[in-house]
């Protein structure tokens, strides 16, 4: 099926996607790796007015350590957890548990911040991270921090 009309922007800082999400509200959705968003939009079961793409956005894709802290940015592909040697050797819960999410393809396109976002209790992401207690940077008109417990409501 194709999807409903909507327009697409492809905003080349975050500031300029965070802009765009911020003036067209409810009627935006973000696409980053697209697995679970693209999907819906073939099947009809989502549609808004626009599609904001932040592949393009530099500095959103990165697995570094800051202070004793694992810190893996929104747009870091699953893939790349499978292929971090800081993964592999600091942290191997994560290490044995990134190669049992999904499959290859959903691996080497889906994003950490869209499926941690997305929120489906059916997604692997979402259960490693309340695990881990991971914490979550959510930027808008401000930064703040927000514990996977807290993200996650009804989970």
Same mark, same amino acid.
């Given at each position: 099926m194709i999807?409903?009309?909507f327009d697409y922007h492809r905003p080349d800082t975050l500031d300029d996607a965070l802009k765009l999400l911020k003036k067209y509200g409810d009627e935006a959705k973000v696409l980053s790796g697209g697995m679970s968003l693209l999907p819906m939009l073939k099947l009809r079961l989502a549609s808004f007015a626009h599609l904001v793409d932040i592949n393009r956005v530099p500095g959103l894709d990165y697995i570094k350590e800051e202070k004793g802290t694992l810190r893996i940015g929104a747009m870091t592909r699953q893939a790349a957890l499978e292929r971090s040697d800081l993964i592999r050797t600091k942290y191997p819960i994560l290490a044995d548990a990134v190669p049992l999410i999904a499959d290859p393809l959903v #691996?080497?396109?889906g994003t950490i911040g869209g499926n941690v976002a997305n929120g489906d209790p059916g997604n692997d992401q979402p259960a490693i991270m309340l695990a881990l207690g991971a914490t979550f940077?959510? #930027?808008g008109s401000k930064e703040r921090s927000i514990p996977a417990g807290q993200f996650y409501?009804?989970?």
């Open positions: 999807p409903a009309a #691996r080497n396109r940077v959510a #930027r409501k009804g989970l």
